[in-house]
């Protein structure tokens, strides 16, 4: 049975990221630094053949995706179910902010309830339970249809949430006990029915970008 190498790719740092707020479906771009790292990430994978390159519609996402994708002359193939999970009325807010206005909403996402839909604001939130089903969908759909053997997939940190927990068997109350850091590499092997989680949170891509960043903090 043909084996499909995974690189599931959180995108690049947003000023939203920094100041922790919710970003959700709002379509919020790449800072700065979120560049840079979108500009590493391609250099970094520039010599492992990689035969296709799929990425959420949200900016920050293909923003870190197309330069990838152009490193090895490929049409970025873009994936709405690929997107965060909808907060709701939490979308904008820092967590804190969440807290003080909505307690029983920013406690049951601190909890991780599975089937509470918080207040809708722009758009209508998602349930827990239903955003895993959207995320763990969308991978198989594209695991399904395809025949490659090693393809990247850039979306955001919630759909890598739920995807390492599908390939570890985590229920998705557990409180999380791994990273999911912007831009960070993480290897997974689908073999036709399962999904196998190989290596986790890769940033040594990242590194010679934080060396430069203390250089000029320190100045």
């Known amino acids: ?12 740092e947003t000023d939203w990221n920094k100041e922790n707020r919710l970003q959700g479906y709002l379509d919020i771009p790449l800072n ?5 790292q979108a500009q590493a990430l391609s250099l970094c994978l520039a010599k492992i053949k990689l035969d296709a390159v799929f990425s959420s519609d949200l ?22 179910d690929l997107r965060e999970r909808c907060y709701g009325v939490m979308e904008g807010l ?19 309830e599975p089937d509470v839909r918080y207040p809708p604001g722009v758009n209508v939130a998602e349930t827990l339970n239903e955003f895993s089903a959207r995320a763990i ?7 399904t249809n395809t ?11 919630g759909l890598l949430d739920c995807i390492y927990r599908h390939a570890e068997s ?29 290596d986790w949170g890769d940033v040594r891509h990242l590194e010679h970008l ?7 903090t320190d100045r």
């Open 210 to 216: 934080n060396a430069t960043t203390l250089d000029e």
């Open 59 to 80: 900016q920050r996402a293909r923003d870190t995706a197309q330069p990838l994708a152009a490193a090895h002359g490929l049409r970025l193939d873009v994936h709405a």
């Open 32 to 36: 700065a630094e979120g560049q840079r």
């Open 147 to 157: 025949k490659h053997r090693r393809i990247a997939i850039v979306s955001h940190g």
């Open 94 to 112: 820092r967590r804190s902010e969440v807290a003080e206005r909505y307690p029983q909403a920013f406690a049951a996402l601190d909890s991780r």
């Open 1 to 12: 049975m043909q084996t499909t190498e995974v690189l599931l790719i959180r995108h690049g």
């Open 137 to 143: 969908g969308a991978m198989r759909r594209i695991l």
């Open 170 to 198: 985590m229920a998705m109350g557990e409180k999380r006990r791994f990273d999911i850091l912007n831009a960070s590499i993480n290897r997974l092997i689908w073999n036709g029915v399962q999904m196998k989680l190989v």
